[in-house]
């Protein structure tokens, strides 16, 4: 059974399709946590809403759509939304502690550390945290971006073995449900494929700034941090209790077997990569299928500009992602050696760092 669970409550949950939050909604989903907190368990909430309750509070004004408006927005709004978790989850005597974050928290590993240590003491001290991206001092740069891809890295800093995103939807379809009649609910995957990412499209109600894509990147996530993930409706009775008590209710992706070790969670869900490493088919193999590290040797092209010890993404001559990890040489170095055998970076270079671009040791793959 579940013991630590993210409840990620999106926009269009909140406001119940408004443009301004649903209280009563917003007290029943408050009442399913308090009966999970009570029963012992931690409960973790990712809330979205702070632009939205900004932007109503100053009554709609009419700015440009960028991000200091959004800024401004978050500032007014931020403060507003947790005072109203508070006071609702106050009902049930619970305590609750915000956690704002961007990337730039988690980008090296000892601010990731640093924020999982933040998590920790409030769950030891039985408070719940509400957590959302810093959106009032965030800039494109260092966002997430989004609350489901917050959502997973939260259920990777926290250890979550249950990442519960209640959206609008009651799933994932096999298409999109609003403009074909013959969709059909997807109860489980266990294979993130093109096919479920062409199906899930992109963003989704205009409300919130995620849709299922966004869904999809989130789950394969968490669900390589060991955690099963169930995307469903927020409106279904009793949603919380019944999705944790084990009903197939919403799309179910359970987590992998072997979740990563923290440090490969890291590279995972922290940095946002710096650019990107396009590999041949014999690298594919060794990567996927064998475990090892990428070479010099299976690297045919390198994209974007780094630093050694970025992270990178590692991908097909099509795009798809295989691996996440961080590099050993520079961008220019490894333009200067890609192609070639390790026994030749030294000539090349005049140093070398060792035969591996990315060891094994520094890689998550993503394949499986
Ligand atoms: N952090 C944003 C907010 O509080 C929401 C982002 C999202 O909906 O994914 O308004």
Same mark, same amino acid.
């Given at each position: 059974?579940?013991q630590?669970?993210?409840?990620?409550?999106?926009?269009?949950?909140?406001?119940?399709?408004?443009?301004?939050?649903?209280r009563?909604?917003?007290?029943?989903?408050?009442?399913?946590?308090?009966?999970?907190?009570?029963?012992?368990?931690?409960?973790?909430?990712?809330?979205?809403?702070?632009v939205?309750?900004?932007?109503?509070?100053?009554?709609?004004?009419?700015?440009?759509?960028? !991000?200091?408006?959004?800024?401004?927005?978050?500032?007014?709004?931020?403060?507003?939304?947790?005072?109203?978790?508070?006071q609702?989850?106050?009902i049930?005597?619970? =305590?609750?502690?915000?956690?704002?974050?961007?990337?730039?928290?988690?980008?090296?590993?000892?601010?990731?550390?640093?924020?999982?240590?933040?998590?920790?003491?409030?769950?030891?001290?039985?408070?719940?945290?509400?957590?959302?991206?810093?959106?009032?001092?965030?800039?494109?740069?260092?966002?997430?971006?989004?609350?489901?891809?917050?959502?997973?890295?939260?259920?990777?800093?926290?250890?979550?073995?249950?990442?519960?995103?209640?959206?609008? =939807?009651?799933?994932?379809?096999?298409?999109?449900?609003?403009?074909?009649?013959?969709?059909?609910?997807?109860?489980?995957?266990?294979?993130?494929?093109?096919?479920?990412?062409?199906?899930?499209?992109?963003a989704?109600?205009?409300?919130?700034?995620?849709?299922?894509?966004?869904?999809? =990147?989130?789950?394969?996530?968490?669900?390589?941090?060991?955690?099963?993930?169930?995307?469903?409706?927020?409106?279904?009775?009793? $949603?919380?209790?019944?999705? %944790?008590?084990?009903?197939?209710?919403g799309t179910?992706?359970?987590?992998?077997?072997?979740?990563l070790?923290?440090?490969?969670?890291?590279?995972?869900?922290?940095?946002?990569?710096?650019?990107?490493? !396009? $590999?041949?088919?014999?690298?594919?193999?060794?990567?996927?299928?064998?475990?090892?590290?990428?070479l010099p040797?299976?690297?045919?092209? %390198?994209?974007?500009q780094?630093?050694?010890?970025?992270?990178?993404?590692?991908?097909d001559?099509?795009?798809?992602?295989?691996?996440?990890?961080?590099?050993?040489?520079?961008?220019?170095d490894?333009?200067?050696?890609?192609?070639?055998?390790?026994?030749? !970076?030294?000539? =090349?270079?005049?140093y070398?760092?060792?035969?591996?671009v %990315?060891?094994?040791?520094?890689?998550?793959?993503?394949?499986?």
């Amino acid at each position: 059974m579940y013991q630590r669970i993210v409840v990620k409550l999106g926009t269009s949950v909140l406001t119940g399709g408004t443009h301004t939050l649903d209280r009563p909604r917003m007290i029943e989903l408050v009442r399913q946590c308090a009966q999970l907190h009570a029963a012992g368990r931690d409960v973790i909430v990712t809330s979205s809403g702070a632009v939205g309750v900004g932007r109503a509070r100053l009554n709609f004004p009419n700015l440009p759509a960028s !991000i200091v408006t959004k800024q401004l927005f978050a500032a007014v709004g931020q403060p507003r939304l947790m005072r109203m978790w508070e006071q609702f989850f106050d009902i049930y005597g619970i =305590q609750v502690g915000q956690i704002l974050l961007t990337r730039a928290d988690v980008e090296n590993r000892q601010r990731y550390l640093n924020a999982r240590d933040a998590f920790s003491v409030l769950l030891e001290h039985r408070i719940i945290p509400i957590v959302n991206e810093n959106d009032a001092v965030a800039t494109e740069e260092i966002k997430v971006g989004d609350n489901d891809n917050l959502s997973a890295l939260v259920a990777t800093l926290t250890n979550a073995d249950l990442l519960l995103m209640l959206t609008d =939807q009651p799933g994932l379809f096999t298409a999109d449900p609003r403009t074909n009649p013959g969709a059909e609910l997807i109860p489980e995957v266990h294979h993130i494929d093109a096919t479920l990412r062409a199906n899930a499209g992109g963003a989704g109600t205009g409300l919130g700034v995620g849709g299922m894509a966004t869904k999809l =990147q989130a789950a394969n996530i968490a669900r390589h941090a060991g955690a099963d993930v169930v995307i469903c409706a927020g409106s279904e009775p009793d $949603v919380i209790a019944r999705v %944790v008590g084990g009903e197939a209710l919403g799309t179910r992706f359970p987590a992998l077997e072997t979740p990563l070790e923290s440090r490969k969670r890291w590279i995972l869900a922290g940095p946002r990569p710096s650019g990107a490493l !396009i $590999v041949d088919a014999g690298a594919i193999d060794a990567l996927s299928h064998w475990g090892r590290s990428l070479l010099p040797a299976g690297v045919v092209a %390198v994209k974007g500009q780094f630093d050694r010890g970025d992270t990178v993404t590692i991908q097909d001559g099509r795009g798809r992602e295989l691996a996440r990890g961080t590099v050993a040489y520079a961008s220019n170095d490894l333009r200067r050696i890609m192609g070639r055998h390790s026994n030749e !970076i030294q000539a =090349q270079l005049g140093y070398t760092y060792g035969p591996a671009v %990315v060891h094994r040791n520094n890689m998550t793959i993503l394949t499986e």
